[in-house]
């Protein structure tokens, strides 16, 4: 016999909504992390040339435009979320 949730706030899922959950939830942690290392890399390169070059300027532009695309990723992660929550791919699937 299935127990009852006696959680209100929590919503009850089911496996695959929770293997969704986890695999979005790894996508944008591995996203994270890659732009981190990359950002690491870019400035490593910088760090080797003069900072008055045209090429260390656009380094950091790069560097900047890199770790701007971190903030959409937990945006779009937490779309991706209530997406999984609502049952949309479910409900589709059915179709």
Known sequence: MKRANTDPHRD??????????RSALWGAMSATLFRILLAVALLWLRSGIRTDTFFSR???LILLLDLGTIIPIWICLKSRLNEIKGGEEDAAAQY
């Open 12 to 21: 009850p899922l089911t496996a695959s909504q929770a293997a969704r959950r």
């Open 58 to 60: 656009l380094l950091f």
